[in-house]
Protein backbone atom coordinates (compact mmCIF):
# COMPACT_ATOMS: atom_id res chain seq x y z
CA UNK A 1 0.00 0.00 0.00
CA UNK A 2 1.36 3.50 -1.17
CA UNK A 3 1.63 6.21 1.57
CA UNK A 4 0.25 9.53 1.47
CA UNK A 5 3.07 12.15 1.31
CA UNK A 6 3.53 13.78 4.97
CA UNK A 7 3.43 17.21 3.81
CA UNK A 8 0.05 16.69 2.07
CA UNK A 9 -1.44 14.27 5.75
CA UNK A 10 0.06 17.63 7.40
CA UNK A 11 -1.93 20.16 5.25
CA UNK A 12 -5.36 17.96 5.72
CA UNK A 13 -5.12 17.91 9.12
CA UNK A 14 -4.95 21.69 10.02
CA UNK A 15 -7.97 22.03 7.36
CA UNK A 16 -9.64 19.48 9.12
CA UNK A 17 -8.96 20.92 12.83
CA UNK A 18 -9.59 24.50 11.38
CA UNK A 19 -12.88 23.82 10.44
CA UNK A 20 -13.67 22.79 13.51
CA UNK A 21 -12.41 26.10 14.81
CA UNK A 22 -9.20 24.78 16.66
CA UNK A 23 -5.94 26.21 16.41
CA UNK A 24 -3.18 24.54 14.92
CA UNK A 25 0.66 25.52 14.65
CA UNK A 26 3.16 23.84 12.40
CA UNK A 27 6.24 24.31 15.28
CA UNK A 28 8.43 22.11 12.74
CA UNK A 29 8.79 21.10 9.12
CA UNK A 30 10.15 17.85 9.06
CA UNK A 31 10.41 16.39 5.66
CA UNK A 32 7.55 16.43 3.21
CA UNK A 33 7.67 12.94 1.61
CA UNK A 34 8.56 10.82 4.30
CA UNK A 35 8.84 12.71 7.84
CA UNK A 36 7.40 11.41 10.58
CA UNK A 37 4.97 13.42 12.60
CA UNK A 38 4.48 14.31 16.19
CA UNK A 39 1.09 16.16 17.20
CA UNK A 40 0.95 18.32 20.75
CA UNK A 41 -2.14 19.09 22.24
CA UNK A 42 -2.04 21.47 24.49
CA UNK A 43 -5.61 21.84 26.76
CA UNK A 44 -4.77 25.41 27.97
CA UNK A 45 -4.48 24.60 31.71
CA UNK A 46 -0.77 23.45 31.60
CA UNK A 47 -1.47 20.36 30.73
CA UNK A 48 -0.30 18.42 27.37
CA UNK A 49 0.01 15.08 25.81
CA UNK A 50 2.17 14.17 22.48
CA UNK A 51 1.07 11.43 20.11
CA UNK A 52 3.00 9.60 17.22
CA UNK A 53 1.98 7.47 14.74
CA UNK A 54 2.55 3.37 15.75
CA UNK A 55 2.44 0.66 12.89
CA UNK A 56 1.25 -3.13 13.97
CA UNK A 57 4.03 -4.86 12.29
CA UNK A 58 1.75 -7.86 12.12
CA UNK A 59 -1.31 -6.16 10.37
CA UNK A 60 -0.06 -3.43 8.96
CA UNK A 61 -2.35 -1.10 11.04
CA UNK A 62 -1.52 2.28 12.03
CA UNK A 63 -2.44 4.03 15.29
CA UNK A 64 -1.58 6.87 17.15
CA UNK A 65 -0.03 6.54 20.60
CA UNK A 66 0.66 8.27 23.43
CA UNK A 67 4.55 9.27 23.56
CA UNK A 68 4.38 12.18 26.83
CA UNK A 69 1.69 13.03 28.91
CA UNK A 70 1.18 15.95 31.62
CA UNK A 71 3.26 19.04 32.44
CA UNK A 72 3.47 20.78 29.22
CA UNK A 73 7.42 21.57 29.84
CA UNK A 74 7.91 18.07 30.59
CA UNK A 75 5.82 17.56 27.15
CA UNK A 76 7.75 20.11 25.41
CA UNK A 77 11.23 18.55 26.37
CA UNK A 78 9.96 15.03 24.90
CA UNK A 79 9.25 16.80 22.12
CA UNK A 80 12.52 18.51 21.45
CA UNK A 81 14.96 14.89 22.54
CA UNK A 82 12.98 13.73 19.87
CA UNK A 83 14.13 16.52 17.47
CA UNK A 84 17.01 15.65 18.14
CA UNK A 85 17.03 12.35 16.81
CA UNK A 86 14.92 12.88 13.71
CA UNK A 87 15.59 16.45 12.02
CA UNK A 88 12.77 15.26 10.00
CA UNK A 89 10.28 15.39 12.32
CA UNK A 90 7.13 16.99 11.43
CA UNK A 91 5.64 19.10 15.31
CA UNK A 92 2.54 20.10 15.27
CA UNK A 93 0.59 21.41 18.12
CA UNK A 94 -3.01 21.76 18.84
CA UNK A 95 -4.71 24.38 21.39
CA UNK A 96 -7.74 23.06 22.96
CA UNK A 97 -9.36 23.47 25.96
CA UNK A 98 -11.89 21.06 25.59
CA UNK A 99 -9.04 18.36 24.56
CA UNK A 100 -9.77 17.76 20.71
CA UNK A 101 -7.24 16.31 18.66
CA UNK A 102 -9.18 14.66 15.82
CA UNK A 103 -6.55 11.77 15.75
CA UNK A 104 -9.33 9.38 16.52
CA UNK A 105 -11.16 10.29 13.25
CA UNK A 106 -11.41 8.08 10.07
CA UNK A 107 -8.71 8.86 7.49
CA UNK A 108 -6.61 10.15 9.68
CA UNK A 109 -4.51 7.09 10.79
Same mark, same amino acid.
Given at each position: ?SR????IW?S???T?L???G !????V????D???????V?????D????A???????M???R? $?M??? %?? *? %?????A? !?A?????? &??? $?? !???E *????R??? *? %? &??L *?
Amino acid at each position: MSRLATGIWVSAYLTRLQAEG !ISTYVVARGDATAGAVLVKLATMDGQAQAFQRSVDLMTGART $WMTLA %EG *D %EAAVDAS !IAKQRGFD &PDL $WV !IEVE *DARGRHML *D %E &PGL *D
